[in-house]
């Protein structure tokens, strides 16, 4: 009987030291109660870089046709809206203003995104109309033109640098917003744009057939009838180093 007491005085013994001993050791791994460790910094981009941007070439009624609008982009933006394609976020893509031209400078929220992203102005009424643009980029992917913008989706021709691999340069394409896909009606390898040089782009609509223009040259032609008007507009990625200058649409 002595012996089980002694025993049993023991294990308690024992045990105590065992709980004091982990109890010592838990905290001096997490310190006293309600202490967190310091969270990371948050991730930041490196500033995209600088680009001193040539005057673009002047162009005077491209199409020798009623102009329904222009814009050299001597002031600021409030006839122009943004949409967004495949970015779900509180804020829009960022364009400014800069030296007389339009820039895209960031996706939403001031990070940069793949993804496309349009500046459009005008009447959802208008139907058939053309637009003539001079884009330039020291970094985006793409550059091009939208047309017939409403509510449904838009028609697009996006260009791709010379000999970018990958795809095509040249895509006519229509974007669905409901399914948010791209179909393609018309697509060339034939031409591009160049790094850091001024280019001009041409979309025209004419009932259910579409054309694209490059420098003032057909590249693409497709027929289609899903959009009948809407609005048009400058097109890019939303990741910066891309602007425009001397949009004309006319009739």
Aim: charged residues 15%.
């Amino acid at each position: 009987m002595r012996r089980n007491i002694m025993g049993s005085l023991c294990g308690l013994v024992l045990l105590t030291t065992t709980l004091s001993a982990c109890g010592a050791y838990t905290s001096a791994q997490q310190g006293s109660l309600g202490e967190l460790p310091t969270a990371p910094p948050a991730p930041t981009y490196a500033p995209l870089p600088a680009e001193v941007v040539p005057a673009a070439p002047a162009i005077e009624n491209p199409n020798k046709a009623p102009e329904l609008f222009s814009s050299s982009f001597d002031t600021d933006l409030s006839q122009w809206q943004v949409v967004d394609v495949w970015m779900n976020a509180s804020e829009k893509s960022k364009w400014e203003v800069k030296e007389g031209r339009v820039e895209q400078v960031t996706g939403p929220e001031g990070w940069p995104a793949v993804a496309p992203t349009a500046l459009v102005t005008g009447d959802k009424t208008w139907s058939d109309y053309s637009i003539t643009a001079q884009g330039y980029s020291w970094g985006n992917s793409v550059m091009g033109l939208v047309g017939r913008v409403n509510e449904n989706g838009f028609y697009v021709v996006a260009v791709r640098p010379v000999g970018a691999e990958g795809g095509k340069t040249i895509t006519l394409q229509r974007y669905d917003s409901k399914t948010e896909i791209f179909t393609q009606l018309a697509e060339t390898n034939d031409k591009g744009w160049n790094l850091k040089q001024w280019t001009t782009l041409g979309l025209s609509f004419k009932g259910n057939t579409i054309t694209a223009t490059l420098d003032g040259v057909p590249v693409l032609e497709a027929q289609d009838d899903q959009f009948s008007s809407g609005q048009t507009g400058v097109y890019g990625f939303a990741e910066g180093m891309l602007t425009f200058d001397n949009v004309i649409v006319q009739q």
